[in-house]
T-cell receptor, first 113, second 112 residues
């Protein structure tokens, strides 16, 4: 069984400040890891994903995430946020070979001018 | 390339009524998913199709929810009768490979 924990339900941050959104997972099998963003009244858009290889993954809009197998974490970071980054962010895992996604409960990022 | 199309975008119905949502996946994507996203929660998988066969429907409340993908392309999700707790966004996604999925913009259901 798989589970995803997003430790912070809401993260307020000032514009141009750095941000880290935390994600931990639990799985009895190997997984792929994903971060999705959801803007108001829209569907999910893929930010980045880890399938294999380098544990530091760079995505769209200046976001990056690092896979830490020993800590079973996949935290999302951005060095300087913009107002337009205000959105809901979801961490997800997919068991290798299963081709489906298990999502966390989301983190609401609010960028303050 | 056209994305995953869903309709209707918004629907308001009374409890005990029925509703149907339609999804057109990206051309060539063999796998199609329906997710339910309740306000304040992450999406939860309802059903997964591979072509026109069901791979996983373990989380689908089969007493009221049904889904089909008859020709392995478009899919419909039906709720009958609807309950208040069915108010949610219903997301359709499609995939052509492991580790990849594209989502539609969702169908927003309010049951009153």
């Amino acid at each position: 069984a798989q589970s995803v924990t997003q430790l912070d339900s809401q993260v307020p941050v000032f514009e141009e400040a750095p941000v880290e959104l935390r994600c931990n997972y639990s799985s009895s099998v190997s997984v792929y890891l994903f971060w999705y963003v959801q803007y108001p009244n829209q569907g999910l858009q893929l930010l980045l994903k880890y399938l294999s290889g380098s544990t530091l993954v760079k995505g769209i809009n200046g976001f990056e995430a690092e896979f830490n197998k020993s800590q079973t974490s996949f935290h999302l970071r951005k060095p300087s946020v913009h107002i337009s980054d205000t959105a809901e962010y979801f961490c997800a895992v997919s068991p290798t070979g299963a081709n489906n996604l298990f999502f966390g409960t989301g983190t609401r990022l609010t960028v303050i001018p | 390339e056209a994305g995953v199309a869903q309709s209707p975008r918004y629907k308001i119905i009374e409890k005990r009524q029925s509703v149907a949502f339609w999804c057109n996946p990206i051309s060539g994507h063999a796998t199609l998913y329906w997710y339910q996203q309740i306000l304040g929660q992450g999406p939860k998988l309802l059903i997964q199709f591979q072509n026109n066969g069901v791979v996983d429907d373990s989380q689908l409340p089969k007493d009221r929810f049904s889904a089909e993908r008859l020709k392995g392309v478009d899919s419909t999700l039906k709720i009958q009768p609807a309950k208040l707790e069915d108010s949610a966004v219903y997301l359709c996604a499609s995939s052509w490979a492991e580790g990849q999925a594209d989502f539609g913009e969702g169908s927003w259901l309010t049951v009153v």
